[in-house]
Structure formats: structure tokens, C-alpha cells
Nanobody, 124 residues
């Protein structure tokens, strides 16, 4: 069974940056559509970024221009860089495998093999 592992969360100041990483447990992420989601208590898990097997990317409106998703080909992982962070970015961030390309898989139910999540806290 596929399992993803997130890392890189932590505390950042407003305006700061963090680098999140998503790795496969026992497998590489090459050839998989990968989505990054985030969730805060009481709210729906929302997709903030996605990268397809062809490296086509999509972003939510809140992430576009501030977050960047990419593949680390040396590590065979998927990286999400968070820039210009605001307190509203505070959430648990998860990565997951999409069943289709990013433009065809935008809802949580179209993803599987979720990791445990990594906490991002933005506070002065």
C-alpha cells in the first residue's frame, strides 16, 4: 500500500518562507500526480497545489503567486515552497496521490495514500 510522508513544517513569521517535502514510503513519486492540501480545524481540506506526471502545475487562488510546487528529481520527492506567508496559511499540510491529472482531480475524494500531515504555523 502506498504511503506518503510529509516534512518541513514549523513556525514561520508573517512574510517568511517554508519548504515542505513529500516523499513516498518505499517508493519514488516519479510518475504520480501529487496534490498538496491543507486543513484547519472545522474546515474542509482544500487543495492548494498540484503537479501532474507531466509536471503541469495548478494552484488555488490563495496559493497562486506565493506557493511553488515542484519535483526534486535528485530525491524523487515533491516540494512545496511557501513564500510570503500570512497567519491565514496556518494549517496542517498534507500530500496525496491523485487518481488523474491536476485539472481532472481537484477534490479530496480523488486523492489517496495520504500522509500524516505537517503543521505550519505562521505567527509573529
Amino acid at each position: 500500500q502506498l504511503q506518503l510522508v510529509e516534512s518541513g513544517g514549523g513556525l514561520a513569521q508573517p512574510g517568511g518562507s517554508l519548504r515542505l517535502s513529500c516523499a513516498g514510503s518505499g517508493f519514488t513519486l516519479d510518475g504520480f500526480n501529487i496534490g498538496w492540501f491543507r486543513q484547519t480545524p472545522g474546515k474542509e481540506r482544500e487543495r492548494v497545489a498540484c503537479i501532474s506526471v507531466y509536471d503541469v502545475t495548478e494552484y488555488s487562488d490563495s496559493a497562486r503567486g506565493r506557493f511553488t510546487i515542484s519535483r526534486d528529481n535528485a530525491e524523487h520527492t515533491v516540494v512545496l515552497r511557501l513564500n510570503s506567508l500570512t497567519p491565514e496559511d496556518t494549517a496542517t499540510y498534507y500530500c496525496a496521490v491523485g487518481i488523474a491529472a491536476c485539472h481532472e482531480a481537484r477534490s479530496r475524494g480523488q486523492y489517496h495514500s495520504w500522509g500524516q500531515g505537517t503543521q505550519v504555523t505562521v505567527s509573529a
